[in-house]
């Protein structure tokens, strides 16, 4: 059974820093590997999705990298701002468009 | 623009009671997912669907059932509502292969068993 760590829970950073959240999958047999935002009392944004054939996505100042081999990604925040604090969850997927989800980690970027 | 949403988005019952929660995507998506998340746990997939008429169980499946009559559409049922079933209820929808795969999601229905 497929289980997705996140670590830290939770992380607090100054504005301007760049910042790297991890997760870790324990299959490696993965189809993808995604990234999703969470706002307080919001639904799930999507981020980045990175394909098993893939070793990294870019979305502005977003970067997400991932190693089969090693069962980790990571999402890489440049020049962090305000408005991205939220909660960071990954999910891995196995093949069956189903997604397995870390427990997240929380971002306060402080201004 | 297209869209998935959830009805209603708070809910307070008993328990024992019957409870319908509606999902509705207009993406036209083949796939959609019905998702509980509570603290210590995270997200954990309850039912999914690959199409009308197709239904499959998820990791926490019991005393909940859906139904898939048309593509927009997949309630999500609690047969006798618990207070373990008090949590936040995601629902999302995703395409097949080649047309995406990202999984597009609701805003969620909050829902609290007495």
């Known amino acids: 059974k497929q289980e997705v760590t996140q670590i830290p829970a939770a992380l607090s950073v100054p504005e301007g820093e760049n910042l790297v959240l991890n997760c870790s999958f324990t299959d490696s047999a993965i189809y993808n590997l995604q990234w999703f935002r969470q706002d307080p009392g919001k639904g799930l944004t999507s981020l980045l999705l990175?394909?098993?054939?893939?070793r990294e996505q870019t979305s502005g100042r977003l970067n997400a990298s991932l190693d089969k081999s090693s069962g980790r990604s990571t999402l890489y925040i440049a020049a962090s701002q305000p408005g991205d604090s939220a909660t960071y969850l990954c999910?891995?997927?196995?093949?069956?468009?189903?997604?397995?989800f870390g427990k997240g980690t929380k971002l306060s970027v402080i201004p | 623009d297209a869209e998935i949403t959830q009805s209603p988005r708070h809910k307070i019952t008993e328990t024992g009671r019957q409870v319908t929660l509606a999902c509705h995507q207009t993406?036209?998506?083949?796939?959609m997912f019905w998702y509980r998340q509570d603290l210590g746990h995270g997200l954990r997939l309850i039912h999914y669907?690959?199409?009308?008429?197709?239904?499959n169980k998820g990791e926490v499946s019991d005393g909940y059932s859906v139904s898939r009559s048309n593509t927009e559409d997949l309630p999500l049922t609690l047969e006798s509502a618990a207070s373990s079933q008090t949590s936040v209820y995601f629902c999302?929808?995703?395409?097949?292969?080649?047309?995406?795969?990202?999984?597009?999601f609701g805003p969620g229905t909050r829902l609290l068993v007495l």
């Open positions: 999302a929808s995703s395409d097949r292969r080649g047309g995406g795969e990202t999984q597009y």
């Open positions: 993406w036209n998506h083949n796939n």
């Open positions: 990175i394909q098993s054939s893939q």
């Open positions: 999910a891995a997927e196995a093949g069956s468009y189903q997604l397995t």
């Open positions: 669907s690959y199409g009308v008429q197709d239904t």
